[in-house]
């Protein structure tokens, strides 16, 4: 079975183009998480999808920032404009929510994105 | 809230070494409990997880961690090292019916020959 897919797995732009990542969940998986990883913040969620319906979005930084999930098997995380502060790894990752194993998230291997 | 802390941000062993990385949590409802690892370019994978059985878990490549509820610790141990146990390791916790994991802030393992 195939794990999490994240594309691309790297991105360069520059400053002020609009970034779109995508992920596509373990199939089956009820949840879908956003995460982003920087040396200096460490690990973040940005956003969280229970059944295609965002959850939680405290996690985003700002209004550049926007996440869809239009169906179970893929979701967008949408920079717009990218700004050089938004280099990062982000992973996507996946879950089952709901059922006694405690909820273990699966993640993607992660999208490294450099804003010039 | 929940929040997890890890102690020491890096960690150095010889190879055959114990490996020893600290977890310690709050939570105001009993927890689950997990140790990812992440090796260099890649993203995290679980190593074990503590969901209310066995308080000593086993986990892959020799790794275990132990649940003590009166340390609100989870301490993760392996008895000896190896060169490929160079990685970041990351404790975190969520809420026995909750679906949002609370990460600590990782331990960087260098394993010296």
């Known amino acids: 079975d195939a794990g999490v897919i994240q594309s691309p797995r790297h991105e360069v732009t520059e400053m002020g183009q609009e970034v779109t990542l995508r992920c596509k969940p373990i199939?089956?998986?009820?949840?879908l998480f956003w995460y982003r990883q920087t040396m200096m913040r460490g690990l973040e969620l940005l956003i969280y999808?229970?059944?295609?319906?965002?959850?939680?979005d405290s996690g985003m930084p700002e209004d550049r920032f926007s996440a869809k999930m239009p169906n179970a098997s893929f979701s967008t995380l949408k920079i717009q404009p990218s700004e050089p502060r938004d280099s990062a790894v982000y992973f996507c990752?996946?879950?089952?929510?709901?059922?006694?194993?405690?909820?273990?998230?699966?993640f993607g291997p992660g999208t490294r994105l450099t804003v010039l | 809230a929940q929040s997890v802390t890890q102690l020491g941000s890096h960690v150095s062993v010889s190879e055959g070494a114990l490996v020893l990385l600290r977890c310690n949590y709050s939570?105001?409802?009993?927890?689950?409990l997990f140790w990812y690892v992440q090796y260099p370019n890649q993203g995290l994978q679980l190593l074990l997880k503590?969901?209310?059985?066995?308080?000593l878990v086993k986990g892959i490549n020799g790794f275990e961690a132990e649940f003590k509820k009166s340390e609100t610790s989870f301490h993760l141990t392996k008895p000896s090292a190896h060169m490929s146990d160079a990685a970041e390791y990351f404790c975190?916790?969520?809420?026995?019916?909750?679906?949002?994991?609370?990460f600590g802030g990782g331990t960087r393992v260098l394993v010296k020959p």
């Open positions: 990752a996946s879950s089952l929510y709901g059922t006694s194993g405690g909820n273990e998230q699966f």
């Open positions: 199939s089956g998986h009820n949840s």
């Open positions: 999808f229970n059944n295609n319906v965002p959850i939680d």
């Open positions: 939570s105001s409802v009993p927890p689950y």
């Open positions: 503590y969901t209310s059985a066995a308080t």
């Open positions: 975190a916790v969520i809420k026995a019916a909750g679906n949002k994991l609370t």
